[in-house]
């Protein structure tokens, strides 16, 4: 089984590039969505006790809780040692249940991949990218987004020069998203080809060959 990691800056269109995987009938974790749940679940009162008053009825309110930890590298540390755990434990129990199921390609939608280390638990790395004055365009059009919130989070963001540095597919969403498919069916040809052939792309960097 081939795990791919997708990653990519804020505001790239990771998201819908993701969606452009599964279409294509490959699983996918996704670890916003795994963050999102456990905010409404066994995540809360851990992030209660750490950062009070950031919890409403049971669940995280995230405009507070980012209030509590934007900007503050001690804060932010606090949350992640609660919630990357738990995350992980998602992460693979999915891996188990996919391998399990015979799956060939699965991919682990990670935004902050690098930033973790979670290179080392995947076979190849999707970068999605896209020109600066497209992502800050997105971002910006956001509700209740600001530039000063989207300066402190593309601070904490490697920056996407050296993700595509790193990475050994690329996906540029910036000419839409009928051009990202045919990028994305290039990775899934490539992928097989790993898959079928037992390899591992951790191991390898020159089978990158989508790279624009």
Do not use: C, W
Not at 32 to 39: E, F, K, N, R, T
Not at 46 to 67: H, N, P, Q, S, Y
Not at 82 to 106: K, M, N, S, T, Y
């Amino acid at each position: 089984m081939v795990i791919l990691g997708l990653t990519g800056s804020i505001g790239m269109g990771k998201s819908a590039t993701a969606d452009l995987f599964r279409v294509r009938g490959v699983p996918v974790h996704d670890s916003d969505a795994a963050v999102h749940g456990l905010y409404a679940g066994e995540a809360a009162p851990l992030i209660e006790a750490a950062f009070a008053g950031t919890v409403r009825d049971g669940v995280v309110d995230r405009v507070a809780l980012r209030k509590a930890v934007l900007g503050d590298g001690a804060a932010l540390k606090r949350l992640e040692a609660i919630i990357h755990p738990l995350v992980a434990q998602e992460r693979d129990a999915f891996l188990r249940a996919a391998a399990q199921a015979g799956q060939r390609i699965v991919l682990l939608d990670i935004p902050l991949l690098f930033e973790i280390g979670g290179a080392a638990l995947v076979d190849a790395v999707v970068v999605v990218t896209a020109p600066e004055a497209v992502q800050k365009s997105r971002v910006l059009a956001r509700p209740g987004m600001t530039p000063e919130v989207f300066a402190a989070i593309v601070e904490r963001q490697i920056p996407d020069r050296e993700k595509r540095a790193r990475a050994h597919f690329i996906v540029d969403t910036s000419q839409g998203f009928e051009s990202a498919g045919r990028q994305v069916d290039s990775i899934l040809r490539a992928a097989a080809h790993l898959e079928k052939a037992g390899a591992h792309a951790r191991d390898h960097s020159g089978y990158g060959n989508n790279r624009p």
